[in-house]
């Protein structure tokens, strides 16, 4: 009876609601088209004139503490971010929850989503995106991909307001499920309040609950009551200017000041909370064009991964590279090549930073000589198209130990002690397994770069993962080998192993301009997956 109950509701929406509020909103507009482009300003008299009644959020006195008990309300679209829409955030909910069928589908909605008013256009994006999708793949988006998104379009001006309160509260009309865990992980927000979807069973219908979407300056009323709060903060809409009238105070956030303003942008270091791991395939913010240029690349990039994944396998080094150059793959090398020992009876073990499942296989191809890896986490299909040795460990000290310790008596040994990749410049804490194994230890500091896919998953099938890096138009690697690590910072001179990994682990660090943590692999993979990352064998990876 579930199944009757929602077509019925989606079809009453459509042929009413979209279908006929649509198509006369659409006469209109093409109607009144050449109207507005013989008038178009920089901003519309209406626009100047609403604008005109608060005071912009550069105005807001931040430089005492008077606001330190205040209580604030904004909305998260147009005020605390500097994008002008939120499609890009839909369909990294289609993309990343979703699949790519539905990203398509949002992408070709976008030819008629113009001549939607905001509440239709929202309602369609909440319908394409949700439709069929679990709850807990969708608060994994919200939890793992779509921080990063935010945090880069973070409006400074308004944020240092936020800062400033020590009580904030969020209405949007935004899907609740979408932002909040962002709002409360990163930007310490008391409570938000958003549309709520609604759901049947473990799965959302991609239609609203019967509160429908929410209404700011109602929401508020009904959240505070008679109590005014303190600072609103606001668009140059003219619906959030009747939101935030009902504050004590309350500043505009222009869209242009927040697109065209460098002083709004939000740097890095000025993050509320640091961004140590995140998810997710996409490595640009989804806009339309953005979105567009994907799809028409894929067919060509999909056969670009497939032909330099057959160069890497059966060409020589030198080939390899040439041809691998050509295709777009950039290389780096940097150091020098390490001196072999004859009097040791022992491979040299190389400790890398971990950026892919490719790290050992570049480092193999700047050297041109052949290297076995040793890892935590490799499925069946990337053993196969491995062009170098790969081993797979146990977690277990001792078994793991020996193993290691029989590679490193066959030849040259690659192991990336952080256990696991991480997209951003900090680096894990390090294994001190390896520096128990051996003294002829080299440091590799290796880089990657990408410009639409990501090469790593937490959540997704890790045997797609060198095929999506190398989907990239111009992936690039930087490796730098440091040189050996003098025997008096090994084993051997009197160290703790445990004394070893951080010595590395900082060498490495300051090469590439990372920061050190002591963030593990458990801790990554409990925050983005909501496990402990363990590969099971007789399951898909």
Known sequence: ?????????????????????????????????????????????????A?????????????????SSQTLVCDIHGVLLRAETFFPYFMLVAFEAGDILRAFLLLLSCSFLWVLDYELKLRVMIFISFCGLRKKDIESVGRAVLPKFYLENLNLQAYEVWSKTSSRVVFTSIPRVMVEGFLKEYMAVDDVAGTELHTVGNRFTGLLSSSGLLVKHKALKAYF??????????????????????????????????????SCLMPRDKYPKPLIFHDGRLAFLPTPFATLCMFLWLPFGIVLAIFRILVGICLPYRLAIFWGSLSGVQLTFQGCFPSSNLEQKKGVLYVCTHRTLLDPVFLSTALCK??????????KMSEIIAPIKTVRLTRDRKQDGETMQKLLSEGDLVVCPEGTTCREPYLLRFSSLFAELADEIVPVAMNA????????????LKWLDPIFFLMNPRPSYHVQILGKVPPEFTCAGGRSSFEVANYIQRKLADALGFECTTFTRRDKYLMLASNEGIVRENKRN
């Open 449 to 460: 770069h990408v410009s639409m896919f990501y090469g790593t998953t937490a959540s997704g």
């Open 51 to 67: 604008a005109s009644l608060f005071p912009t959020a550069s105005h807001c006195d931040v430089g005492n503490n008077i606001r």
């Open 1 to 49: 009876m579930v199944f009757p109950v929602v077509f019925l509701k989606l079809a009453d929406w459509v042929l009413y609601q979209l279908l006929a509020n649509s198509c006369y909103r659409a006469a209109r507009k093409v109607r009144n088209y050449g109207f507005f482009l013989r008038n178009q300003t920089p901003r519309s008299s209406s626009q100047q004139q």
């Open 370 to 379: 052949p290297l076995t890896a040793v890892t935590y986490s490799l499925s």
């Open 225 to 262: 009551g008679d109590k005014k709060p303190d600072v609103g903060l606001g668009s140059s809409s003219l619906h959030d200017h009747h939101f935030i009238s009902l504050c004590k105070e309350a500043y505009v956030v222009h869209k242009e000041d927040g697109r065209n303003n460098q």
